[in-house]
Every structure is written in C-alpha cells, then in structure tokens.
C-alpha cells in the first residue's frame, strides 16, 4: 500500500477529519469510539485516522487490542507556529498600509 504525504492544513480540509480531531482534542479515543459517535462507518474513520496520523496531527497507541488515538502536541505546535505566522506577517503589512494613508487634519493616530 503506498502512503502519501500530506500537510496538516489539507488533511483538515475536510470537515468529517476536523470533526474527528476536534474529538481527539478533547480525548484521545478509539476507532469504535468515534465511529459510534460519527455518521461515518468505521473503516471510513479508520481511512480518516490514517490521513491525520500521516499529516502528524494524531498519534496512535497500541491499548489492549485496540488502538487509542490522540491529537499529536508536535503536529499541532508545528501548525500554530505556521498560523502564527501568517498573522504576524497580516499585521506588519496592516501597520505599513495604516502608516502609509494620508492623514486627516495633520493629526496622526
């Protein structure tokens, strides 16, 4: 079976996934315990698992015979940094677009 890489930010790009790790967020949890709380069938939450671990936003656990997934803290620190990111560079672009306006009446905020 080939696996293929994918990025955080496209891996939740899909609404049944952030569903998911929005449940791992709060508790890390089995395949039955998702898909029994899910309208998705297990093997479909079993695939889902499978792009986020992938994605390294959830690890994985061996438990018994079963597997316990939980919200991967390198994964989701990696895409904070990334999103931080973004909106330092929005905000710096937001003071250089505030500072270059004409001002009114001379008087600058």
Sequence with gaps: MTTY?????????????REIFARLAVRP???TDLAS???VSRPAVSQH???LKNADLVRVRPEGTRRIYAVD???LRAMRAELEMFWSAA???FKRLVEAEPQENGVRP
């Design 37 to 39: 709380e899910l309208p």
């Design 73 to 75: 803290p390198d994964g």
């Design 29 to 31: 949890r089995s395949v």
């Design 5 to 17: 890489a994918v990025d955080a930010w496209t891996a939740l790009a899909d609404p049944t996934r």
């Design 91 to 93: 905000l710096i672009n």
């Design 49 to 51: 698992l499978r792009v």
